[in-house]
């Protein structure tokens, strides 16, 4: 019995057993399905999630105009008054070339290269991807790329640089979608203008400009060859930064083009062999950083809307710009590079008001604080013109004798620069000797206030104070307002106001700005212009402003020097340009005894003599009693001995 019991509760305790393990069973079975139906479901939601990410905030595309401007980096381009460009500031896009315009082997060399079945493909090329992934699977790397000069363009266009599936699929799409839009050519213009051949230049003509100094319409096939090699790797392949790798990569497009019968095998070998000249980046020199920042803010207030390409003409001469860079260096010399270093500033402008040649300091690089435009100062003597030139307009001629003597005016007693007086002179010699005890009587005689309006009708905007010492030049002023105010009389008596742009457009020609002239404003009478022109000629003849001769031209200016050789000025005009130079240091402490006559003077004859070379020589016209220095001696010479028969008699 008790047996056939435990038989029986162990056949009870196994039968439990089996069922306990086949509810697990089936309750574990239960449990994995849910697993699994789950992670089908996250996995559905993470497909759905990728495909919507990838279309979500893809952009639409238009058409090719909508396009020429899109994500363009800010740049700045600045051509010069022939159309050369001498400078890029960021980013550099060229002008717009149409395919028209370009030699065939520019386009073809880069369709060669780049996508050889663009014209049979809808924007992906199936072919290329295929061979591109087998070559890169046997390789074991990335060697080979199989996007499209489309897909390329959208990438440039549209899209990050991440080297994701996300992007990838993007940009296939994208590249459908232009295909859709545009025609080819449109596509291969667009893409010809936009892609980024290295050193900062985006486009064919950009990278034209750069490497070889010419625009993409003059390529030789050689250079041709060489841009489109350097799509690959825009840094690596920069013909400026190594040549040799560039060069091996214009080979392989030359074959190229050659395996697809778009050159002949003779024009293969011979641009093979061409010699290439890479043109050289020079930094920013000659002073040029001064020109493209004043440019820069002249054009901000020329046009509100500047486009993002910008390209900036300039009214600037390279030959002259060169000149006064070359004359601000010699002739500052060691000075320029001391621990307190002597600062110039040079601006010269023709007879439109256009501005040939602006250096505003000694070395950009080291300080870009521009003297010309910023920079304001005591003009000393310089400031005389103003003095005199009211004094003609008030009645006084140039033969008219004042006394070179101890003179107080309003308890103020004026000393000349040498300590020494000359007795009874005429205005003229007072004028070219930089008498300031004859300055300050002429002011006091027609008015302190007449010469402070004089000098404001010819464009000086600082506050001035009609009191005796004005007429040595106490107030201040910049060294363009200066040279802008002796341009009149250099102009006949017309004011007409400096600039430096010319024309403000984008990189497809869209003019922004162009400069037209103004009517020239008369502020000063012929009769005046005559007679103080006979004088500041006479400066320079027999005057303080002796270095300023220039061997072959006639030259008329004023010299000057503030107080304490603080400032030192030469301003002065032939009959093609007025130059006016500053010196002296930023922190307004004395210079070693510098004046108007000497190194101002010196960087005035150097600059000039470059400036006018070539340029035909014209007489400026002045009035015909005082033309020679001569005829002025010989006229003082009677007035003071007319001087001293007068005292005789009087003793």
Same mark, same amino acid.
Do not use: C
């Given at each position: 019995?008790?047996?056939?019991?435990?038989?029986?509760?162990?056949?009870? %305790?196994?039968?439990?057993?089996?069922?306990?393990?086949?509810?697990?069973?089936?309750?574990?079975?239960?449990?994995?399905?849910?697993?699994?139906?789950?992670?089908?479901?996250?996995?559905?939601?993470?497909?759905?999630?990728?495909?919507?990410?990838?279309?979500?905030?893809?952009?639409?595309?238009?058409?090719?105009?909508?396009?020429?401007?899109?994500?363009? /980096?800010?740049?700045?381009?600045?051509?010069?008054?022939?159309?050369?460009?001498?400078?890029?500031?960021?980013?550099?896009?060229?002008?717009?070339?149409?395919?028209?315009?370009?030699?065939?082997?520019?386009?073809?060399?880069?369709?060669?290269?780049?996508?050889?079945?663009?014209?049979?493909?809808?924007?992906?090329?199936?072919?290329?991807?295929?061979?591109?992934?087998?070559?890169?699977?046997?390789?074991?790397?990335? %060697?080979?790329?199989?996007?499209?000069?489309?897909?390329?363009?959208?990438?440039?266009?549209?899209?990050?640089?991440?080297?994701?599936?996300?992007?990838?699929?993007?940009?296939?799409?994208?590249?459908?979608?232009?295909?859709?839009?545009?025609?080819?050519?449109?596509?291969?213009?667009?893409?010809?203008?936009?892609?980024?051949?290295?050193?900062?230049?985006?486009?064919?003509?950009?990278?034209?400009?750069?490497?070889?100094?010419?625009?993409?319409?003059?390529?030789?096939?050689?250079?041709?060859?060489?841009?489109?090699?350097?799509?690959?790797?825009?840094?690596?392949?920069?013909?400026?930064?190594?040549?040799? *790798?560039?060069?091996?990569?214009?080979?392989?497009?030359?074959?190229? +083009?050659?395996?697809?019968?778009?050159?002949?095998?003779?024009?293969?070998?011979?641009?093979?062999?061409?010699?290439?000249?890479?043109?050289?980046?020079?930094?920013?020199?000659?002073?040029?950083?001064? %020109?493209?920042?004043?440019? +820069?803010?002249?054009?901000?207030?020329?046009?509100?809307?500047?486009?993002?390409?910008?390209?900036?003409?300039?009214?600037?001469?390279?030959?002259?710009?060169?000149?006064?860079?070359?004359?601000?260096?010699?002739?500052?010399?060691?000075?320029?590079?001391?621990?307190?270093?002597?600062?110039?500033?040079?601006?010269?402008?023709?007879?439109?008001?256009?501005?040939?040649?602006?250096?505003?300091?000694?070395?950009?690089?080291?300080?870009?604080?521009?003297?010309?435009?910023?920079?304001? *100062?005591?003009?000393?003597?310089?400031?005389?013109?103003?003095?005199?030139?009211?004094? +003609?307009?008030?009645?006084?001629?140039?033969?008219?004798?004042?006394?070179?003597?101890?003179?107080?005016?309003?308890?103020?007693?004026?000393?000349?620069?040498? /300590?020494?007086?000359?007795?009874?002179?005429?205005?003229?010699?007072?004028?070219?000797?930089?008498?300031?005890?004859?300055?300050?009587?002429?002011?006091?005689?027609?008015?302190?206030?007449?010469?402070?309006?004089?000098?404001?009708?010819?464009?000086?905007?600082?506050?001035?104070?009609?009191?005796?010492?004005?007429?040595?030049? %106490?107030?201040?002023?910049?060294?363009?307002?200066?040279?802008?105010?002796?341009?009149?009389?250099?102009?006949?008596?017309?004011?007409?106001?400096?600039?430096?742009? /010319?024309?403000?457009?984008?990189?497809?020609?869209?003019?922004?700005?162009?400069?037209?002239?103004?009517?020239?404003?008369?502020?000063?009478?012929?009769?005046?212009?005559?007679?103080?022109?006979?004088?500041?000629?006479?400066?320079?003849?027999?005057?303080?402003?002796?270095?300023?001769?220039?061997?072959?031209?006639?030259?008329?200016?004023?010299?000057?020097?503030?107080?304490?050789?603080?400032?030192?000025?030469?301003?002065?005009?032939?009959?093609?340009?007025?130059?006016?130079?500053?010196?002296?240091?930023?922190?307004?402490?004395?210079?070693?005894?510098?004046?108007?006559?000497?190194?101002?003077?010196?960087?005035?004859?150097?600059?000039?003599?470059?400036?006018?070379?070539? /340029?035909?020589?014209?007489?400026?016209? *002045?009035?015909?009693?005082?033309?020679?220095?001569? *005829?002025?001696?010989?006229?003082?010479?009677?007035?003071?001995?007319?001087?001293?028969?007068?005292?005789?008699?009087?003793?």
């Amino acid at each position: 019995m008790i047996a056939k019991a435990a038989g029986r509760l162990r056949d009870l %305790v196994v039968r439990a057993l089996r069922r306990g393990r086949a509810l697990a069973a089936e309750r574990s079975s239960r449990t994995l399905a849910a697993i699994a139906a789950l992670g089908w479901a996250i996995g559905a939601v993470g497909v759905l999630a990728f495909a919507v990410s990838i279309f979500v905030g893809l952009p639409g595309v238009s058409n090719a105009e909508s396009l020429w401007a899109l994500n363009r /980096q800010r740049g700045v381009t600045f051509v010069d008054a022939t159309g050369t460009v001498i400078g890029v500031r960021g980013p550099s896009y060229g002008r717009r070339v149409t395919i028209a315009e370009l030699p065939s082997f520019v386009p073809a060399a880069f369709l060669a290269i780049e996508d050889q079945r663009f014209y049979r493909h809808d924007g992906v090329d199936e072919q290329a991807l295929a061979r591109a992934a087998a070559v890169n699977f046997t390789s074991g790397a990335t %060697v080979q790329g199989g996007s499209t000069i489309t897909q390329q363009l959208v990438k440039n266009l549209f899209l990050t640089p991440d080297r994701t599936l996300r992007r990838k699929l993007q940009e296939i799409i994208l590249a459908r979608r232009v295909e859709r839009k545009l025609e080819k050519n449109e596509i291969l213009e667009l893409y010809l203008n936009r892609v980024y051949l290295g050193e900062n230049a985006f486009g064919v003509d950009a990278a034209a400009r750069r490497y070889f100094g010419k625009p993409a319409t003059q390529l030789k096939l050689e250079e041709a060859a060489m841009l489109a090699g350097l799509p690959k790797a825009p840094s690596s392949y920069a013909p400026s930064q190594n040549f040799e *790798r560039a060069k091996a990569r214009q080979l392989v497009v030359l074959r190229t +083009m050659r395996e697809g019968r778009v050159i002949t095998r003779q024009e293969s070998e011979t641009a093979a062999a061409a010699p290439i000249r890479v043109q050289k980046r020079r930094p920013e020199d000659a002073g040029l950083g001064y %020109v493209f920042d004043a440019a +820069m803010e002249e054009a901000r207030g020329r046009a509100l809307d500047l486009p993002a390409d910008l390209m900036v003409q300039i009214t600037i001469d390279q030959k002259a710009q060169r000149a006064a860079a070359d004359a601000v260096t010699s002739q500052l010399g060691k000075r320029a590079k001391a621990k307190n270093p002597l600062q110039a500033a040079l601006v010269s402008m023709d007879e439109s008001g256009a501005i040939r040649a602006l250096v505003g300091g000694a070395d950009y690089q080291a300080s870009k604080f521009n003297r010309v435009t910023q920079a304001k *100062r005591q003009p000393g003597s310089s400031f005389k013109l103003f003095v005199f030139a009211a004094a +003609m307009e008030a009645g006084l001629t140039p033969e008219t004798v004042r006394v070179d003597g101890p003179v107080t005016i309003r308890g103020w007693s004026p000393g000349n620069y040498h /300590q020494s007086y000359e007795g009874a002179v005429t205005l003229s010699t007072a004028f070219a000797k930089s008498l300031n005890t004859v300055a300050a009587q002429v002011a006091e005689d027609i008015g302190q206030e007449r010469v402070v309006t004089f000098a404001h009708r010819l464009g000086l905007h600082s506050k001035m104070q009609p009191v005796p010492a004005i007429a040595l030049g %106490v107030t201040e002023a910049t060294p363009l307002e200066m040279t802008t105010a002796f341009a009149v009389f250099m102009r006949g008596g017309e004011l007409v106001p400096a600039f430096l742009v /010319q024309r403000l457009s984008d990189s497809r020609g869209q003019i922004a700005y162009e400069h037209e002239a103004e009517p020239a404003v008369r502020v000063v009478d012929p009769s005046v212009v005559l007679a103080m022109n006979s004088m500041l000629s006479r400066v320079v003849q027999a005057g303080t402003g002796t270095h300023a001769r220039i061997a072959g031209y006639e030259a008329a200016g004023k010299t000057g020097t503030s107080q304490e050789y603080r400032d030192a000025w030469f301003i002065g005009f032939t009959s093609q340009y007025t130059t006016g130079v500053w010196v002296g240091h930023d922190d307004f402490k004395p210079t070693a005894n510098i004046t108007g006559g000497t190194i101002p003077a010196g960087i005035w004859a150097q600059y000039m003599t470059k400036a006018q070379n070539g /340029q035909p020589s014209m007489p400026i016209p *002045r009035a015909d009693d005082t033309l020679s220095a001569d *005829r002025g001696a010989e006229a003082d010479r009677f007035q003071s001995a007319l001087s001293r028969a007068l005292r005789g008699n009087a003793t």
